[in-house]
Nanobody
Framework: QVQLIESGGGLVQAGGSLRLSCAAS????????MGWFRQGPGKEREFVAA????????YYTDSVKGRFTISRDNAKNTVYLQMDTLKPEDTAVYYC???????????????WGQGTRVTVSS
């Protein structure tokens, strides 16, 4: 059983930056393909970014390409999401999740964190 705990959310002005962290425990972290998802007010949960087991490959939804960077440190069992040039439409609860296969489909992720809230003011 893998436990995921996100941190780093908060309130930031448009154009600002935040770095989210997700610490994993209870499993072999490097066995998992890691993803970040978000759910904005009144919206469905959507894929944001994902990273391969070794960290050599990263995947992003179009709306965050060039602004967000996903990374991982397998020695620290942690995945990060660096968010730059934030926009009000990035306001959401951000979740990290773990999957055994490479996927952006939330249904394929077996383990989820509790979420961390990001609010971007205009």
């Amino acid at each position: 059983q893998v436990q995921l705990i996100e941190s780093g959310g908060g309130l930031v002005q448009a154009g600002g930056s935040l770095r989210l962290s997700c610490a994993a425990s209870g499993g072999t972290f490097s066995n998992y393909f890691m993803g970040w998802f978000r759910q904005g007010p009144g919206k469905e949960r959507e894929f944001v970014a994902a990273i391969s087991w070794s960290g050599s490959s990263q995947y992003y939804t179009d709306s965050v390409k060039g602004r967000f960077t996903i990374s991982r440190d397998n020695a620290k069992n942690t995945v990060y999401l660096q968010m730059d040039t934030l926009k009000p439409e990035d306001t959401a609860v951000y979740y990290c999740a773990a999957a055994l296969s490479a996927t952006s489909d939330s249904r394929e992720y077996s383990y989820w964190g509790q979420g961390t809230r990001v609010t971007v003011s205009s």
